[in-house]
């Protein structure tokens, strides 16, 4: 944490990224220590800009026990979130890393559709 570590600004509207990924896609992670491997989006925070995807990005966390809770101590592997931006759909249709591309329908929802195969990965 540098000098600005305590601060919080919220950034400008224009600097947040919303996700192109969603809960229950399945991503390959393209950079980082778990590059190569794919998993399940589980969740998305989309003002962070961040997911959690299955099996990856595990980290250790120490949990003090607290008997109150039903909480044993030791130590508990979690998946940790991670940039969406290290993250690329497979898309289900062509089985392959796929850019996604988006546009609105004629009600004015957002879509999804793969580049390669042109799918319709709305759902
Ligand atoms: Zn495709």
Not at 29 to 50: F, H, I, P
């Amino acid at each position: 944490m540098g000098i600005y570590g305590r601060t919080n600004k919220r950034k400008p509207e224009e600097a947040q990224q919303r996700p192109h990924i969603r809960k229950g896609d399945t991503v390959v992670v393209l950079s980082g220590k778990d590059r190569g491997k794919q998993g399940r989006v589980l969740r998305v925070n989309a003002t962070k800009g961040t997911a959690i995807v299955e099996r990856v990005n595990f980290t250790k966390k120490h949990t003090k026990p607290n008997p109150g809770k039903n909480i044993k101590g030791g130590i508990l592997e979690r998946e940790s979130p991670i940039q969406a931006a290290k993250l690329q759909v497979i898309c289900p249709s062509c089985n392959e890393p796929a850019r996604l591309g988006s546009h609105r329908n004629e009600e004015g929802q957002a879509m999804r559709f793969c580049r390669k195969c042109k799918a319709d990965l709305s759902k």
